[in-house]
């Protein structure tokens, strides 16, 4: 578990974002093992306080992996993300002032992976999916999706 804070001084008058408070963050995590299976997770979040309007002033992640040592050698894995980002914005009112209000953007993945190691050779395969990777908001989601193989030789 960590916690920070960073004090920040608002110099608004020369930036371009006005920043309402100190920079803070934090992440806790666990992790559990049962015999050949793992399960861990964490959360955290960062609030930057940016005030400007459409800068991003806030962003939550909570992942969760579950891993299987099927024996020494080999391994199978999954996992899940989840990542929040809230953006300020102003609208006006029926009062006719200005307020703030924070659009949503959610960023979705999740992974598999296989490793296989036997003396100094590695053998591994992640193929990862995830969803509105560009945080949109008003516009369509934008998908990604990777394949990664490897191997890996020790001497």
Same mark, same amino acid.
């Given at each position: 578990?960590?916690?920070?804070?960073?004090?920040?001084?608002?110099?608004?008058?020369?930036?371009?974002?006005?920043?309402?408070?100190?920079?803070?963050?934090?992440?806790?995590?666990?992790?559990?093992?049962?015999?050949?299976?793992?399960?861990?997770?964490?959360?955290?979040?960062?609030?930057?306080?940016?005030?400007?309007?459409?800068?991003?002033?806030? /962003?939550?992640?909570?992942?969760? &992996? *579950?891993?299987?040592?099927?024996? %020494?050698?080999?391994? =199978?894995? #999954?996992?899940?993300?989840?990542?929040?980002?809230?953006?300020?914005?102003?609208?006006?009112?029926?009062?006719?002032?200005?307020?703030?209000?924070?659009?949503?953007?959610?960023?979705?993945?999740?992974?598999?992976?296989?490793? /296989?190691?036997?003396?100094?050779? &590695? *053998?591994?395969?992640?193929?990862? %999916?995830?969803?509105? =990777?560009? #945080?949109?908001?008003?516009?369509?989601?934008?998908?990604?999706?990777?394949?990664?193989?490897?191997?890996?030789?020790?001497?």
């Amino acid at each position: 578990m960590s916690v920070s804070e960073t004090e920040q001084t608002d110099q608004s008058k020369t930036l371009t974002q006005d920043l309402g408070g100190d920079h803070q963050e934090g992440v806790v995590g666990l992790q559990f093992a049962f015999g050949p299976v793992e399960l861990g997770g964490q959360i955290s979040a960062e609030r930057l306080r940016t005030q400007s309007v459409n800068s991003t002033n806030y /962003y939550a992640n909570s992942s969760w &992996g *579950l891993a299987f040592n099927i024996n %020494d050698d080999l391994s =199978v894995s #999954y996992s899940q993300a989840r990542h929040l980002q809230t953006k300020t914005k102003k609208k006006a009112t029926d009062t006719g002032r200005t307020e703030a209000q924070s659009p949503k953007s959610w960023m979705r993945g999740d992974s598999i992976q296989v490793a /296989y190691t036997v003396g100094g050779l &590695g *053998l591994k395969y992640a193929a990862t %999916d995830y969803d509105n =990777v560009a #945080y949109g908001f008003d516009s369509a989601a934008t998908p990604r999706k990777a394949q990664l193989v490897a191997l890996s030789l020790a001497f």
